[in-house]
C-alpha cells in the first residue's frame, strides 16, 4: 500500500492521463512510478520531459542506465533499480552479471562504467562537490565535460523518481519483480 495515491487510467487528473497512456503503449502496463507522479501533473510532465532531453544526450543507453541504477541504489530505489535493471538488460544489451554488479554496488569489471559508476555516486554522496581527483579520474576514464554534466542531468531525472518511490512507498509492479536487487542471482 502506497503512502500516496497511486493512479490509473481511469483515476488521474485529466492532466496526466496522456503521460498514462504514454506510459502504458511504451510499456504495456503502468509503472507505479507514473501512477504516482500522476498526482502532480507537473510532476509527471517533468518526468517525461527530463528523460526525453536525458536521452538526447551523449551518453550512450548503457551509459544512462549505469547512472540510474547507480543513483538509485545509492538512493535505496528497488523500484527504480528494477525498472532501470530491466531496461539495461532488455533494451540496452548489459550482461546480466554486469547489472547485478551494478545493484550490489560491485566492480563491473567494465572500467568506463566503473569510472562513471564511481563519479555518479561521488557526485550523489557530496551534492557535487566532487574533489578534484574524482573528477579527474572520470575525464581520464575518456569522457567529456559535456558527460559530466549529463550525468548530473541523469542524477535529477533519478532524483525525482528515487525519492517520489521512497517518499510513497511505491511497491515493484509484478512484471518488474524479476528485476529487483536480488532477483537476478545465478
Known amino acids: 500500500m502506497t503512502r ?3 493512479h490509473t487510467a481511469d483515476t488521474a ?3 496526466s492521463r496522456p503521460f498514462i497512456d ?3 503503449a511504451n510499456n504495456g502496463f ?3 512510478l ?3 507522479l500522476a498526482n502532480a501533473p507537473v510532476a509527471v510532465e517533468t518526468y517525461f520531459t527530463v528523460s526525453g532531453i536525458n536521452a538526447r544526450g551523449s551518453l550512450s543507453l548503457a551509459e544512462r542506465e549505469v547512472v540510474q541504477i547507480t543513483a538509485a541504489s ?3 530505489c528497488d523500484f527504480c533499480v528494477a525498472g532501470h535493471t530491466a531496461i539495461a538488460l532488455k533494451k540496452a544489451g548489459l550482461e546480466r552479471d554486469l547489472v547485478r554488479a551494478l545493484q550490489e554496488r560491485g566492480s563491473t569489471g567494465n572500467p568506463r562504467f566503473d569510472a562513471l559508476v564511481a563519479f555518479t555516486r561521488a557526485v550523489i554522496l557530496t551534492r557535487g562537490n566532487v574533489a578534484k581527483g574524482e573528477l579527474a579520474d572520470f575525464l581520464a576514464a575518456g569522457f567529456n565535460e559535456q558527460q559530466v554534466l549529463e550525468v ?3 542524477i535529477s531525472l533519478a532524483t525525482l523518481c ?3 518511490n521512497n517518499l510513497a512507498g511505491t511497491g515493484i509492479n509484478p512484471e518488474l519483480q524479476g528485476f529487483r536487487p536480488g532477483a537476478l542471482e545465478s
Open 22 to 24: 504514454t506510459a502504458l
Open 74 to 76: 545509492v538512493h535505496g
Open 4 to 6: 500516496l495515491t497511486l
Open 152 to 154: 548530473l542531468l541523469g
Open 13 to 15: 487528473p485529466a492532466a
Open 34 to 36: 507514473i501512477g504516482v
Open 30 to 32: 503502468l509503472p507505479n
Open 162 to 164: 528515487n525519492f517520489a
